[in-house]
């Protein structure tokens, strides 16, 4: 059992990226590049690098073995396309930079020798693995809830990504909209635009201007929890 603030920082950008400079091929596998917000970056399958965020966010659209997509948000100290099985590689990956954004093009094969020789090298892979359990996770809790309830839960989750004005009052990320949040909770933007009215009216969220500010978390949390199916299992424990 290990505890989940020490996975974090064993897995953290500049950790990974430490390890990697010992190499002095290092320059010749890993390439600095920056994304300009709003900037699409698309890959084929089975590619023979992985991505390392250091900074920005990202909207990453998956598209599976079945054909199903889906979308998530990616942040600093995440590894996209980073597979663990060959058949573990998306069929079709999309970013859309949300802000300003830096990663690292990586190299698999360099960086999967020099983790090996890495006494903690294993820890790194299984932290990319419970980021990755959990936003499946997330998606599989989307997919069970009705509307209202998934768009609940996408503003629930988005608060962590957010800053804290209060005990009970966050400011969500200013590259949220409308059209992010219907897409995020598999909804649509009028519906999105409807839920989100009816929050105002409940004193929960303020949206006249950015950032939008959730003004009673709790009230969200308890109105998520109204909306829960009981065949999801308590989504506020992962």
Not at 139 to 165: A, C, E, H, P
Request: proline share 5%.
């Amino acid at each position: 059992m290990y505890q989940k603030e020490t996975l974090q920082s064993i897995a953290s950008p500049s950790n990974v990226l430490k390890i990697l400079k010992k190499s002095d091929l290092f320059y010749d596998h890993c390439i600095e590049e920056r994304l300009a917000k709003g900037e699409i970056v698309t890959t084929a399958r089975q590619p023979k690098y992985f991505y390392l965020i250091e900074y920005g966010h990202l909207k990453y659209k998956y598209t599976g073995l079945l054909g199903i997509d889906f979308s998530y948000i990616v942040q600093p100290g995440d590894f996209p396309l980073l597979p663990i099985t060959e058949e573990d590689t998306p069929i079709a990956s999309e970013f859309t930079a949300l802000t300003k954004v830096t990663w690292w093009k990586i190299d698999f094969s360099f960086f999967r020798k020099l983790i090996m020789q890495e006494e903690n090298g294993d820890l790194i892979l299984l932290q990319h693995l419970l980021n990755n359990r959990t936003k499946l996770f997330y998606n599989v809790i989307r997919d069970r809830m009705d509307g209202k309830g998934s768009l609940y839960f996408t503003l629930d989750k988005l608060l962590d990504m957010g800053f804290r004005k209060g005990v009970n009052e966050v400011e969500l990320p200013e590259f949220l909209t409308y059209d992010l949040l219907a897409e995020l909770s598999h909804t649509s933007r009028a519906f999105a635009a409807q839920v989100l009215a009816d929050l105002r009216n409940k004193d929960v969220l303020l949206s006249n201007k950015k950032p939008w500010i959730v003004t009673d978390e709790k009230l969200l949390r308890q109105l998520l929890a109204e909306s829960i199916p009981p065949t999801v299992n308590d989504p506020f424990s992962i």
